[in-house]
């Protein structure tokens, strides 16, 4: 394979499991205790330090940049440059696609949202009718 297009494929691949821990900390039900916990000290703490600390875990886009940072010290992922500046540009092309993903994800599960949200509201009238036709 082509060095530049298994770098290439890496990196979409790669995106994958940082967008998912990155999402799954800042969005979902398994994490949201302590997610309300950072939220509450990201505003309320004293220190700006402190409460930018804490942000960072509420926050997909900034909190990806250190599931980056994690990947790249397990994986030594480099793209297009054998040295540092791989690393560097490896980083910043990994918070973007994986900041792509998230985004897609979001899209899609609003859509899912609304999907069910409809049809609870069917189920809901269905029943007011159902209702109805008995009591008569």
Same mark, same amino acid.
């Given at each position: 394979?082509?060095?530049?297009?298994?770098?290439?494929?890496?990196?979409?691949?790669?995106?994958?499991?940082?967008?998912? =821990? /990155?999402?799954? &900390?800042?969005?979902?039900?398994?994490?949201?205790? $302590?997610?309300?916990?950072? *939220?509450?000290?990201?505003? +309320?703490?004293?220190?700006?330090?402190?409460?930018?600390?804490?942000?960072?875990?509420?926050?997909?886009?900034?909190?990806?940049?250190?599931?980056? =940072? /994690?990947?790249? &010290?397990?994986?030594?992922?480099?793209?297009?440059? $054998?040295?540092?500046?791989? *690393?560097?540009?490896?980083? +910043?092309?990994?918070?973007?696609?994986?900041?792509?993903?998230?985004?897609?994800?979001?899209?899609?599960?609003?859509?899912?949202?609304?999907?069910?949200?409809?049809?609870?509201?069917?189920?809901?009238?269905?029943?007011?009718?159902?209702?109805?036709?008995?009591?008569?």
């Amino acid at each position: 394979m082509n060095p530049l297009a298994e770098q290439v494929a890496w990196l979409f691949i790669l995106a994958v499991p940082i967008s998912c =821990i /990155a999402w799954t &900390v800042t969005h979902e039900e398994i994490f949201r205790e $302590p997610r309300e916990y950072c *939220i509450r000290r990201s505003k +309320f703490s004293k220190s700006i330090l402190t409460r930018k600390f804490f942000y960072l875990f509420t926050c997909e886009y900034c909190f990806s940049h250190y599931i980056v =940072i /994690a990947f790249l &010290v397990l994986t030594h992922y480099h793209l297009l440059f $054998p040295d540092w500046r791989g *690393i560097l540009i490896a980083g +910043f092309a990994l918070v973007w696609v994986a900041n792509v993903y998230m985004s897609l994800f979001g899209f899609i599960r609003v859509g899912m949202k609304e999907t069910k949200m409809e049809a609870d509201i069917d189920e809901i009238k269905l029943k007011k009718i159902r209702d109805k036709m008995e009591h008569h």
